[in-house]
């Protein structure tokens, strides 16, 4: 009789096991097919947009978070919406960038050396997000750049516009 409930037993607790496993590996390919997306129809090419572009891309992001996002019943929603909240990040990011760049406005103007550095520092805070993303999805970070970043990247786009206009 012990080792029919032994057996029973470890049964049991090997099915209750197998289940969640399936279940949490589940969740991380839907999450991985959602990252997919995400980048696939937001991120790539971001560094190319005017700021039109970019305006439409953070609406559409803020509407898939509030009113798409929140139907999404999972235990592993609170990634999805931090996934959501970083890639608002680098929309933030990339247009701040654009706003350092008075000289594309310029009518008559080429720019063209300047909008070379404007991608240039685009593809530099890409890079960071892309480093970051899993991090701050998973509760691990609370920032795409530090406020240091920040500063250090201004000043540097600052110089090199410098030695542009010298």
Sequence with gaps: MDKVLISSLLSFISGSLFVSVISKLYNVYLFSKFKKMINTEYVDGIEYLDNNGISKLSARLTYLKNHELCYYKNDDQIKYIRFIEFTLMLVKEIQD??????????????????????????????????????????????????????????????????????
């Excluded at 070379?116 to 890079?127: D, F, G, P, R, S």
Aim: neutral net charge; glycine residues 2%.
């Design 97 to 166: 960038i654009d706003k350092t760049h008075p000289l594309l406005d310029i009518p008559g103007r080429n720019g063209t050396k300047e909008r070379e550095l404007q991608i240039t520092q685009k593809k530099k805070v890409l890079e960071q997000y892309k480093l970051s993303y899993s991090k701050y999805s998973s509760l691990k970070t609370d920032y795409l750049l530090t406020e240091n970043e920040q500063i250090s990247l201004k000043k540097e786009l600052e110089k090199e516009l410098e030695e542009l206009n010298s």
